[in-house]
């Protein structure tokens, strides 16, 4: 359960990209909650049918592949966007000298060219809005190196950077544009890394609260970072990783 005021969102429109699953979802969930108009964009209609189920009045479900030309168009054609939450990402995971080319072309066209492609998409609609604020998924990974984990880590990093010079450059706008880098969490996407005990030893042995995020601590800081509570920041980033990183 949340803590924030039930209102926080009403008469936002915010765009959720990757909402049908995991941390998306949790993000989709929390902003309808909080009042908001929620577009959730995922490619599989029947997530989106069981989420549009649970608050019929205030999610709209565009079933899309976020890669696409016609999606881009789509979101530079809202009258209005308010909030944009950039989650769609996905991780190829394997020693740097094995990667293909196939893996490395589609991390890095997924994590951060779409996410630039979505983000010049949403210019338009956002300079309609009084204020705006975009809300880039990194990871833990874009401020460490982890094994096997190079490319992934690549993608983030540039998730950190390109922040840090949209904030800049959109700020004329009242856009501002942050991230948030959780650390593990338990979602479709890393179910089958914990099925490996020494992985998963890894990783619980890495961070100093002792356990995975919960993909409802990632939503909390994206709803801050959307709302008006956050007025003032931009550029940033707020890490959700019990301490990983401060090691
Ligand atoms: N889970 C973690 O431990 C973790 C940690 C740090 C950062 N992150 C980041 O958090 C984000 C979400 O991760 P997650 O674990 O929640 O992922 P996930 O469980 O794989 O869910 C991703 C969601 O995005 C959608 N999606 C993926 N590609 C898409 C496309 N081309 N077009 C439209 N929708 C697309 C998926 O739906 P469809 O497949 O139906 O399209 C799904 O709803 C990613 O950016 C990831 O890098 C995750």
Request: glycine share 8%; net charge negative; proline share 4%.
């Amino acid at each position: 359960m949340n803590g924030f005021n039930k209102e926080l969102f009403i008469g936002k429109t915010i765009l959720i990209a990757g909402a049908g699953k995991g941390i998306g979802l949790a993000c989709a969930k929390m902003a309808a909650e909080l009042g908001g108009n929620v577009i959730a964009v995922a490619r599989t209609q029947s997530d989106l049918d069981a989420l549009a189920s649970q608050y019929p009045d205030r999610i709209e479900s565009w079933a899309m592949d976020v890669t696409s030309e016609v999606f881009f168009e789509r979101v530079k054609a809202l009258p209005v966007l308010h909030g944009l939450v950039n989650n769609a990402g996905i991780n190829r995971v394997g020693p740097m000298e094995d990667q293909s080319n196939e893996n490395i072309d589609a991390v890095i066209d997924l994590n951060v060219r779409t996410l630039y492609k979505i983000s010049q998409s949403a210019i338009t609609p956002m300079k309609n809005a009084d204020s705006a604020s975009i809300v880039n998924m990194s990871s833990q990974m874009g401020f460490v190196g982890s094994p096997n984990r190079t490319l992934y880590c690549m993608s983030k990093h540039a998730v950190e950077g390109i922040t840090k010079a949209m904030a800049v450059e959109l700020a004329e706008f009242n856009i501002r544009v942050n991230t948030v880098a959780p650390t593990f969490v338990l979602t479709p996407m890393t179910k089958p890394m914990f099925e490996d005990e020494t992985f998963k030893k890894f990783v619980f042995d890495m961070i100093p609260l002792g356990r995975l995020g919960k993909v409802e601590d990632i939503a909390h800081s994206c709803t801050f970072l959307l709302s008006e509570m956050a007025s003032m920041i931009t550029g940033t980033s707020i890490k959700v990783d019990g301490g990983w990183t401060a090691r």
